[in-house]
């Protein structure tokens, strides 16, 4: 069974102040790694696919990488703007479902 | 480009009660996912359609079902409503195997 797990669960920032957050997955063949942004009460925004170990990509103040284990989501210098919950789903070769893990709160103060 | 639409955009029922959500698809795509979200959690995939035929489907009981017709749009039905359905229902719309991009969803309270 697939099972994608995010850290930290909530995370405060200063404006300016970069960091990143995890994602360690388990999947028997990983078909694609998703990034979604997701602010209160609306539907996740599609951010970034990545479909193999090493693979980079950057929009923005975002880097997403990816491991054979884990992606990492970068954000540099943040803006207040950027806060919401970002959240990581897997999506394996034998089926189109996505398996999302449970989000990290992004929190940017001014 | 329309994007995902969903309605009704908020909707109180009664335990026991049916009710059912609909979505329409982003121009182009073939292929519809529905997902329940639980307050501060993440999705939970229910089930996707793809050419008006369920193609695959998460854990979740038969008194959830769905439906895709001829035009992709979708609609999500749950009967013997629970309080434990209160929740986010997500729709999102691919080309199948690709990148779903999702609806703003429909905000179920069940009393």
């Known amino acids: ?110 | 480009e329309t994007g995902v639409t969903q309605s009704p955009t908020h909707l109180i029922k009664t335990r026991g009660q049916q009710v059912t959500l609909r979505c329409s698809s982003q121009s182009g795509h073939n292929t519809v996912s529905w997902y329940q979200q639980a307050l501060g959690q993440g999705p939970q995939f229910i089930f996707q359609y793809y050419r008006e035929e369920e193609n695959g489907r998460g854990n979740f009981p038969p008194r959830f079902s769905g439906l895709q017709f001829p035009n992709y749009s979708s609609e999500l039905n749950v009967n013997a409503l629970e309080l434990d359905d209160s929740a986010l229902y997500l729709c999102a719309s691919s080309s199948f195997g690709e990148t779903q991009y999702f609806g703003p969803g429909t905000r179920l309270l069940v009393l």
């Open chain 1, 1 to 110: 069974e697939d099972q994608v797990t995010q850290s930290p669960e909530a995370l405060r920032l200063q404006e300016g102040e970069s960091s990143s957050l995890n994602c360690s997955y388990t999947v028997s063949g990983l078909r694609g790694l998703f990034w979604y942004r997701q602010d209160p009460g609306k539907g996740p925004e599609f951010l970034f696919t990545l479909y193999s170990a090493g693979e980079e990509k950057e929009k923005e103040r975002l880097k997403a990488t990816l491991t054979k284990k884990e992606s990492f989501l970068h954000i540099t210098a943040p803006k207040p703007e950027d806060s919401a919950t970002y959240l990581c789903a897997v999506r394996e070769n034998a089926g189109n479902m996505l398996t999302f893990g449970g989000g990290t709160r992004l929190m940017v103060k001014p």
